[in-house]
Structure formats: structure tokens, C-alpha cells
């Protein structure tokens, strides 16, 4: 049974910064990749960043430059930066892996609210 939790969601003014974290239960070199996704209420859950076993990146585009994925396979955690956050970053965060091809495991998410 796959486990991830995220932490370090929280209250951040406009401009700020967090560090969300998302610990797996076992190896994350298991996993094809591992991504963050995130769901405002009443829109889709989008895809954020994600980042291959070979440490690879890809971001969308409403983050790019502002947010950093990255992995530590010795403490098997994936994380990411955030920064210049702005209101439109609200939003449930929700840390993902996927097994190859096509399975995919999900945490119980983090808030993020970006507000003065």
C-alpha cells in the first residue's frame, strides 16, 4: 500500500513563499514520477509540476519560474518551492506517483491560500 503525505501547506500573503513536502511510504525510485497537482473550489485539479525518475521537469505554465520541483530519493520526498505566490495560487495541493504505465497514487492534500 503506496502512502503520501503532504505538509507544509498554510496561510501566505500575496508575494510570499512556501515549501510543501510529500513523504512516501516506500522508495520513490519505484515510482515513473511523481507530481504536484492542485484544485480550486469549483475548477479542475490541474497539473502543476512533475518530475521524472531521472530527475527531469516540466511545469505548467501559470508557475513556471516561480515554482521548483525537486526529489531527495534518500529521504524519499519530493518537494516544492513556491514562490511570488499570488491569489490565484489558493488552491488544494496534491502530491501524486505514478507506477508505470498507468497507475497512480494520491496524497489527501495540503491548502495553500495566498491572501492579505
Known amino acids: 500500500q503506496v502512502q503520501l503525505v503532504e505538509s507544509g501547506g498554510g496561510l501566505v500573503q500575496p508575494g510570499g513563499s512556501l515549501r510543501l513536502s510529500c513523504a512516501a511510504s516506500g522508495s520513490i525510485f519505484n515510482f515513473y514520477s511523481m507530481s504536484w497537482y492542485r484544485q480550486a473550489p469549483g475548477k479542475q485539479r490541474d497539473l502543476v509540476a512533475i518530475?521524472?525518475?531521472?530527475?527531469?521537469?516540466d511545469y505548467a505554465d501559470f508557475v513556471k519560474g516561480r515554482f521548483t520541483i525537486s526529489r531527495d530519493n534518500a529521504e524519499n520526498t519530493v518537494n516544492l518551492q513556491m514562490t511570488s505566490l499570488k491569489p490565484e495560487d489558493t488552491a488544494v495541493y496534491y502530491c501524486?506517483?505514478?507506477?508505470?504505465?498507468?497507475?497512480?497514487?494520491w496524497g489527501q492534500g495540503t491548502q495553500v491560500t495566498v491572501s492579505s
Open positions: 518530475i521524472s525518475r531521472s530527475g527531469s521537469t
Open positions: 501524486s506517483a505514478r507506477r508505470f504505465p498507468a497507475t497512480y497514487y
